[in-house]
């Protein structure tokens, strides 16, 4: 064996990188989730309807989160300016005014 030629990773432990963990389908069922109750609060017309829109507000948040983990643009857009843009309306109009 020539020393010039001695391959070093038969020396080298083997170690696997861990699994990243995939956030994505996480940040989608708890975005689906807080739509749906905060839409329910909406729709309830109640005295914590209102609380309603931070539900929303959070599930774009995520939503947009997702969005770009995945890269999916459209829905990078659509989430960012659409609903992100509603709900903080809805947020300062019916809890901070």
Known sequence: ???ANIDNS????????AKPLNLAPLLQFSSSVCAVAGGVLL???TPVSKYGFLLLALSS?????T???TG?????VYSGSVFCFV???????????
């Open 1 to 3: 064996m020539n020393g």
């Open 87 to 97: 709900d903080c309306l809805g947020v300062y109009r019916w809890l901070l005014q």
């Open 61 to 65: 948040g995520q939503m947009l989160l």
């Open 67 to 69: 969005s770009g983990l």
């Open 72 to 76: 999916n643009r459209g829905l990078m």
């Open 10 to 17: 038969d020396f080298l432990p083997i170690i696997s990188p």
């Open 43 to 45: 729709a309830s017309n």
